[in-house]
């Protein structure tokens, strides 16, 4: 992968130069070189993620003009198709590129540094707004990590409805089967948007607990008898108890709260990859809180501020455009999120219903066509399911470990500045 190959040459090259003995001059102009560089690469790693033939914003930032995400750049492979925004796929290459940006900000950051540096202005305030946005981050990992789950479980529901409706020739039974799996499909996506944001009744409200067990919805089921009732207990016990207080959308918020672009002088020093790596940091986890179930979105903004003058973040500001519309679509419908497949299913499932609700035996030629159809597109979206989601999660969790590595190896840093400004005892 190209952006792989440019993240590898770049570490290297910064690890090679800094067991060199530099002057002082030189030694500016190659940092300014190596954060032009970072730059330059956060910059390709969002544009890979634009779909085909999506404009960007016109940069006005002399610091990177848009010409220079094509200096020294690979060449384009025509034949590598993008992914469609908001897909499994698409996740999966965003989370790369985010790994592969996060690396690189790491050398810039802490390679061959001064410790004492970290406690100077703007970075004795910018490094611990850094840490808290990390550990936010790592909240929403979980969370997307759980809901990653969420919706695989639904995939093995679909299987099910089209398992049934495979069969030939379609009779009674193998619709009740199918119908019986896509109303609890539905009624399960119902649920994680409203019935589970608003339950603590799971043991202690700030423990977070996560079960695909049918024990309690099955006891639920058993007290009632009522079939609607049967199936909001079975999927009940799919959700996980969180804080009642806890909110992603209030997460990314907190995140984003304090994100501001270095001015002045800050725009050549470390703040400005500070900035760049954080941004990049609450973008991928605010567009995976967007597509991926997770406890109370209401209230998600269709976007964080980014400055249209920065050449780096054209890309992204599309992206969130973009991201922002779709939400604002689905957020009246109460959706449970913007990941394509799910969209997909929740709209097959619904049209399967219907038909399961009008069956009648034997069906037309006409109407086992129809279903085929719409079968055959369910078979697809529950096996792009399967490959994906499992590679997805691990991903997250990839993710979510990186963080606290990087977020360990700063906090080593801050502890030998600490040490050293510490008085000698005699």
């Not at 067991?19 to 001059?25: D, L, P």
């Not at 994680?192 to 049918?214: I, L, V, Y």
């Not at 037309?364 to 719409?374: C, G, H, L, R, Y």
């Amino acid at each position: 992968m190209p952006g792989t190959d440019n993240q590898s040459s770049f570490l290297n090259r910064i690890s090679i130069r800094r067991n060199q003995v530099v002057t002082v001059e030189n030694n500016h102009d190659q940092e300014q070189e190596d954060l032009e560089l970072f730059q330059k690469h956060v910059s390709e790693r969002l544009s890979e993620l634009l779909p085909t033939g999506t404009p960007t914003h016109n940069n006005h930032n002399n610091d990177l003009p848009p010409s220079s995400a094509s200096l020294d750049s690979p060449s384009t492979d025509s034949s590598t198709a993008i992914p469609s925004l908001l897909s499994i796929s698409w996740f999966r290459k965003l989370l790369d590129s985010f790994l592969c940006c996060e690396a690189e900000f790491k050398a810039v950051l802490l390679m061959g540094r001064d410790p004492p540096q970290f406690c100077k202005p703007p970075l004795d305030r910018l490094i611990p707004e850094l840490l808290d946005r990390s550990v936010k981050a790592l909240d929403i990992c979980n969370a997307v990590t759980q809901g990653v789950e969420l919706v695989h479980h639904w995939q093995r529901l679909g299987q099910i409805a089209v398992t049934a409706l495979n069969q030939r020739p379609i009779g009674e039974g193998q619709v009740r089967r199918a119908k019986k799996a896509l109303s609890a499909l539905l009624t399960s996506m119902m649920l994680d948007d409203k019935e589970t944001n608003n339950s603590s009744s799971h043991g202690k409200s700030a423990e977070r607990t996560w079960s695909f067990g049918r024990r309690g919805g099955n006891a639920t089921a058993a007290n009632n008898g009522n079939n609607k009732d049967r199936a909001a207990g079975s999927f009940k016990s799919l959700s996980w108890s969180v804080a009642k207080s806890w909110s992603a959308a209030k997460q990314i918020q907190s995140m984003s709260s304090n994100l501001v672009a270095p001015r002045g002088a800050e725009q050549s020093g470390l703040a400005l990859p500070v900035y760049i790596q954080s941004t990049v940091l609450v973008f991928v986890m605010w567009s995976l809180v967007a597509a991926i179930p997770c406890q109370e979105r209401t209230g998600l903004a269709t976007h964080f501020q980014v400055p249209r003058n920065l050449g780096w973040a054209q890309s992204m500001i599309s992206l969130q455009e973009k991201i922002g519309e779709e939400w604002k679509k689905k957020e009246k419908k109460g959706t449970v999120g913007l990941l394509e497949e799910v969209q997909r299913m929740e709209k097959l499932a619904l049209a399967l219903v219907e038909f399961a609700d009008s069956f009648q035996f034997p069906l037309e030629d006409e109407k086992v066509e129809e279903v085929a159809i719409q079968v055959a597109e369910m078979a697809e979206i529950c096996r792009k399911m399967e490959e994906g989601l499992v590679p997805l999660q691990l991903q997250v969790r990839e993710v979510f470990h990186r963080i606290v590595r990087s977020r360990v190896e700063v906090l080593d840093v801050l502890d030998q500045v600490g040490k050293m400004s510490s008085p000698v005892p005699y």
